[in-house]
């Protein structure tokens, strides 16, 4: 990741000092079985616990000599020891150790993403409550389709991303597993129970089974949720920026920070772009990318080979480096964007009534007027608004066959914006949230009125037989 991306607990878990001392501990967990089946002595062990030591001069040094990672890791632990340095990786191979130190790294970065994504579901839940009362029109193929609550939007954001948090409990049941079982998976050179106490140390479980690596299924489903949760951020994203957009501007991220001049563009003063969700959508096609490769890291050859090693070393941590990233800045841009009711409510009243055409042929239905008929007539008065310019409302309530069946209070109630928000406190309480009964219907129209669009100005208007 570049590091302008880079978040410092993040950086932390899948920087190489770290690593090295992931490798130190399960080397002296190794030392410390062994010490328990009677193979280590006691005094050499304390001394291990006590001393041992990582220099990270003299493993450069050996690696330049070597080439070998692990061979050079050992040759740079031997020195802060006497004699008791050659228990050591007693009986492992290279991946006993970078494999099993591997899964605490991936345990430790979905616990962070884990609290990203909690921080970022609190700040949905706030905003989705703030508006759950706020009308916003509810689009299908980027057309006007019906209204809706705005915060059912972030309601159903959030509800998403609690379904990431149980994919992230479940990919870290997957990767929390260690591996000390010598080379090709046998136990000839290390016994299971050795396996057994250096995973219980660590807080892993023992691969059940294993050849000369764990499995790659786990690292992908680890890159693989990474990549869900990308997913979700780029579709929030995506949506701030379309509402965004000059022509709806129903919502704007945040602008600026105190005490800065914040610019949008190099040439023209007054922009204020969607940048950082902008940004959020550019990661989250490098995180799809690193998912495809995790995958093909899952077939090695025969026991194992090393191809996988040289994409993990990038795709792992610039995945989880990203994500960490992405959610971050996604709980900024919900926590402190702009949103507009008036706008919204301009936008909605922009297609001058056509939104109720539904409401009006279903009420047509329950006068007794078959289906296709209703739809015809619906459609024909919806069609004229559309081409013409003229208020649908105004349309249907001098149309002589819906005059002839429904009275205007019935109308009036058709053409009621409250309608479409009466059962969305219905899903806030199947989510959990906190709901409250609205003071008032806030988009109630009276009796025998409806509201009509003239000179590009919204005003109620009495309904006339």
Not at 37 to 51: E, N
Not at 244 to 251: A, K, S
Not at 254 to 276: A, I, W
Not at 355 to 370: I, N, P, Q, T, Y
Request: proline share 4%; glycine share 6%.
């Amino acid at each position: 990741m570049i590091d302008r991306y880079s978040r410092p607990a993040m950086s932390k878990v899948w920087s190489e000092d770290h690593v090295f001392q992931l490798w130190l501990k399960v080397e002296v967990a190794a030392a410390q079985a062994w010490t328990e089946l009677g193979v280590i002595p006691a005094a050499d062990m304390a001394r291990i616990r006590k001393k041992a030591r990582f220099n990270r001069k003299r493993y450069d040094e050996n690696f330049a000599q070597t080439r070998h990672d692990i061979i050079s890791f050992t040759r740079a632990v031997a020195p802060s020891l006497g004699a008791e340095s050659r228990w050591i990786h007693h009986g492992l191979t290279s991946n006993d150790v970078k494999d099993t130190a591997l899964s605490l790294q991936m345990v430790e970065a979905l616990d962070l993403l884990d609290g990203e994504v909690k921080a970022l579901m609190k700040a949905l839940r706030q905003r989705a409550e703030e508006f759950i009362d706020t009308l916003c029109m509810g689009r299908t193929h980027g057309v006007h389709a019906e209204p809706m609550s705005f915060g059912l939007k972030l309601a159903l954001w959030w509800e998403e991303m609690r379904r990431h948090r149980r994919r992230l409990k479940e990919a870290r049941l997957m990767a929390a597993v260690g591996m000390i079982s010598g080379p090709v998976g046998s136990y000839a050179s290390v016994p299971p129970r050795v396996e057994e106490i250096v995973c219980k140390e660590l807080g892993l479980s023992p691969a059940p089974v294993s050849n000369q690596v764990i499995q790659r299924d786990r690292h992908a489903q680890f890159v693989q949720t990474l990549a869900l949760i990308a997913a979700t951020l780029e579709k929030i994203a995506t949506e701030i920026r379309g509402l965004q957009r000059t022509e709806i501007r129903e919502v704007e991220e945040p602008f600026g920070r105190p005490g800065y001049v914040s610019t949008g563009s190099s040439s023209m003063p007054h922009k204020r772009n969607p940048e950082l969700s902008e940004r959020v959508c550019g990661l989250a096609r490098l995180v799809r990318g690193h998912a495809v490769t995790s995958l093909e890291n899952v077939a090695l050859w025969h026991e194992r080979d090393i191809s996988h090693s040289s994409a993990e070393r990038i795709v792992l941590p610039d995945a989880s480096l990203a994500v960490d990233y992405m959610l971050a800045t996604m709980t900024g841009i919900v926590g402190g964007m702009k949103v507009n009711p008036e706008r919204m409510m301009e936008n909605v009243e922009m297609s001058r009534g056509l939104v109720f055409s539904e409401r009006v042929m279903l009420a047509l239905v329950e006068k007794g007027m078959d289906r296709k008929r209703a739809y015809e007539i619906v459609q024909r008065n919806a069609m004229t608004s559309w081409d013409q310019g003229d208020d649908f409302r105004t349309l249907v309530t001098t149309d002589p066959e819906v005059a002839a069946l429904v009275t205007p209070r019935d109308l009036a109630n058709m053409f009621d914006y409250g309608y479409y928000l009466r059962h969305v406190r219905y899903t806030f309480d199947r989510l959990g949230f906190r709901t409250k009964p609205p003071a008032t219907r806030a988009h109630k129209k009276p009796a025998d009125t409806i509201e009509v669009l003239e000179g590009g100005r919204s005003r109620t208007k009495a309904i006339r037989r």
